[in-house]
């Protein structure tokens, strides 16, 4: 079955800074990879997905980039704020499966 | 647009007894539905998922159960908590590929 890596654990930016966060999937049939924003105490909020067909896709201050050969897909966050301070989840979702399977998480700190 | 509810917010119960937690959606139709546990400062364990009517599929054995009696509700339970059950637990529903998950609801167990 699919298998999602998330990298790094943690990591700490400056305001302005830009922060990555890259994930690896198994399954190269997977078609679609989505990013949740977690803040603390709250219900994750999806912030950004992209489809198979697609290798970048941007909204304002966040982008997503897709490699498909190497399996591996990374949120890109530029101009960070302190607001942006949150545990951030890459998921990924095979052709026919209805389920998403989640990274473990990337807790980003974001100082002012 | 569509909606996702789940009560209670927060729920203390002692060790040993029985749970329900309730979701519903608002404003679709034939959703598929999950139940995930998270573990404080963890990631999120899938626990329940339906795609339909008594349609659930069970991701980890354990004490916990769920059934789907209507469309669009979505029912997690327990005859006996332990404490390792304490967590924040969220439903999530989705049509095709985007999944939105409610509010959550705190469990401690003591």
């Known amino acids: 079955g699919e298998n999602v890596e998330q990298h790094p654990s943690t990591l700490s930016v400056q305001e302005g800074d830009s922060a990555v966060i890259k994930c690896t999937y198994s399954?190269?049939?997977?078609?679609?990879f989505p990013w949740y924003k977690q803040e603390l105490g709250k219900r994750p909020q999806l912030i950004i997905d992209i489809r198979s067909n697609v290798g970048e896709k941007k909204d304002q201050r966040i982008a997503v980039t897709l490699n498909k050969t190497a399996k591996h897909f990374s949120l890109h966050i530029t101009e960070t704020q302190p607001e942006d301070s949150a545990v951030y989840f890459c998921a990924a979702i095979p052709t026919g499966f209805q389920k998403l399977v989640f990274g473990t998480g990337t807790r980003l700190l974001v100082s002012p | 647009s569509q909606t996702i509810h789940q009560w209670p917010a927060t729920l203390v119960q002692p060790v040993g007894s029985p749970l329900s937690l309730e979701c519903t959606v608002e404003?679709?139709?034939?959703?598929?539905l999950y139940w995930y546990r998270q573990a404080a400062g963890r990631g999120l364990q899938l626990l329940f998922y339906s795609i339909g009517i008594d349609q659930i599929s069970s991701e980890v054995p354990q004490n916990l159960s769920a059934s789907r009696p209507q469309d669009r509700q979505f029912i997690l339970s327990s005859k006996k908590l332990l404490l390792s059950d304490s967590g924040f637990y969220l439903c999530?529903?989705?049509?095709?590929?985007?999944?939105?998950f409610g509010p959550g609801t705190r469990l401690t167990v003591t």
């Open positions: 399954d190269s049939a997977s078609n679609y």
């Open positions: 999530a529903w989705s049509s095709q590929y985007e999944q939105y």
């Open positions: 404003g679709t139709s034939n959703p598929n």
